[in-house]
């Protein structure tokens, strides 16, 4: 009981461990990227409008575009807006898992 106990606290703590690193000024994940986003993308409105953002590369592209188009937003170059997009299709795209897994038909109670 106690070895499983453990094994179960190192799967979670593990898990948590697991997480992403969030900078705390802007709310953005600490991973490959996140200081050209940062740099670009927190001039004109809180970094926070990107991270509530989700969306996969084409509709941040789409977005881009529109700030582009609209809203001054300057153009980058193709290897700036390469970094800015695989940035934020990895870490802010559409999660596909929105529940939790169906709980397995053996630990259901027994109907009646
Ligand atoms: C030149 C100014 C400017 C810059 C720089 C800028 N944006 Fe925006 N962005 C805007 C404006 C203006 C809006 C509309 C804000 C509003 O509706 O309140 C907006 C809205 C957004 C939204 C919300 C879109 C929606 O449909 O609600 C997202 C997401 C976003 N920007 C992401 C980004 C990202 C990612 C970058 C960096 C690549 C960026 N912005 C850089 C001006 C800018």
Redesign the pocket.
């Known amino acids: 009981m106690r070895s499983i106990l453990a094994a179960l606290l190192l799967v979670l703590s593990s898990a948590v461990n697991a997480e992403a690193e969030v900078d705390p000024a802007t709310g953005l994940i600490v991973a490959e990227g996140w200081q050209t986003?940062r740099a670009?993308?927190g001039?004109?409105?809180s970094h926070k409008?990107?991270t509530a953002?989700r969306g996969n590369r084409e509709t941040?592209l789409a977005?881009?575009r529109w700030?582009q188009e609209t809203?001054?937003?300057?153009q980058f170059d193709a290897a700036t807006e390469t970094t800015?997009l695989d940035y934020?299709a990895t870490h802010y795209s559409p999660s596909p898992v929105r529940r939790r897994a169906p709980i397995p038909p053996a630990l259901m109670p027994a109907s009646q």
């Open positions: 986003v670009h993308c001039g004109c409105h409008l990107v953002q941040w977005m881009i700030m809203q001054n937003l300057w800015i934020l």
